[in-house]
C-alpha cells in the first residue's frame, strides 16, 4: 500500500459538536418525524382488502392450530391425571 493510500484510509477526526438544548433536541426529533412522515406511501383500495384477507385467512388458521393443540394437550392432561377425557362423557 502507498503512503497516499494509506494516509487517507484514516481520515479526519470527528469534529465534536456543542451539544443542542433539550428544546432543540425536540423540534429535530420533530421534523425528522415529519419528514419521514411524507415518505408514507397509503395502500390501493386493492392492496388495502388483499393485505385485510391474507391477516384474517391467517388468522383462522392459526385459530385452528391452536385449537387442535388445546384439544390434544387437553386431552393428554385428562389421560395421564385419571380425568374423564372430553369423548367419554
Given at each position: 500500500m502507498t503512503e497516499t493510500a494509506a494516509s487517507s484510509s484514516k481520515g479526519r477526526p470527528a469534529k465534536k459538536a456543542a451539544k443542542a438544548g433539550f428544546f432543540a433536541r425536540i423540534a429535530l426529533f420533530v421534523r425528522q418525524v415529519i419528514g419521514?412522515?411524507?415518505?408514507?406511501?397509503?395502500?390501493?383500495?386493492?392492496?388495502?382488502?388483499?393485505?385485510?384477507?391474507?391477516?384474517?385467512?391467517?388468522?383462522?388458521?392459526?385459530?385452528v392450530?391452536?385449537?387442535l393443540l388445546d384439544l390434544g394437550f387437553g386431552t393428554a392432561v385428562s389421560w395421564v391425571f385419571g380425568g374423564i377425557a372430553p369423548g367419554d362423557r
Open positions: 419521514e412522515l411524507k415518505k408514507v406511501v397509503a395502500p390501493t383500495r386493492k392492496e388495502l382488502i388483499n393485505y385485510t384477507l391474507v391477516v384474517l385467512v391467517f388468522v383462522a388458521i392459526m385459530m392450530i391452536v385449537s
